[in-house]
């Protein structure tokens, strides 16, 4: 067991920089985290999982202290057996409070030994999820200071994809 290590569990379709402020200010208080990205979460993402994980990995560089992972099934038992005993999570709006505070209290119930940590965003990100990048992106609108430049890339890419295919299959 490992007190030191922490595991930041999320969905990361794609990662912002909003994810990077809690990763690295998450590295000031933890020896180690464990970027945990939820194989189950969405039904439907833009970035297939493996895309995700390579974006991630790419935005990260090479720190030993990180390692980027995939997870499926029950958080808290992936965090189990991975020997870490706390799992990292941002709050931005109070709108992220309470579906934090149903999970963290679910999470709790079924493994006590596992502790949530919440860390407050940085102010310029406060209002930046996935979900507005993706938004933004798919409006071909500039996404620059949301995201580091290979995620933006990435994005491009996407998009440019997406405009050559039917339009059902443009859905977001
Ligand atoms: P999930 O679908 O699990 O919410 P996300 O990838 O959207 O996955 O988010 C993963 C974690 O990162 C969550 O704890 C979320 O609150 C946090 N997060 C995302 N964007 C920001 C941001 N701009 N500032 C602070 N925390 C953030």
New binding site residues.
Partial sequence: MNKNTAV??????P?????L??LHRGLRVFDRIIIAV?RN??KNPLFPIDERVELIRRAVGNDSRIEVDTFDGLLVNYVFSKGARVI?????AIS?FE??FQVAQTNRTINEKIETI?????LP???????VVREVAVLNGPVDSFVPEIVKEALEKKFAERQALPREEKKL
């Fill in positions: 930041y569990p999320g969905s990361f379709d990662i912002t920089n909003g994810h402020d809690i939820a979460s969405q990292l999570r941002g709050l931005r992220d579906y934090e919440f860390m407050m965003t940085s990100f406060s209002y930046l999820s996935s979900s």
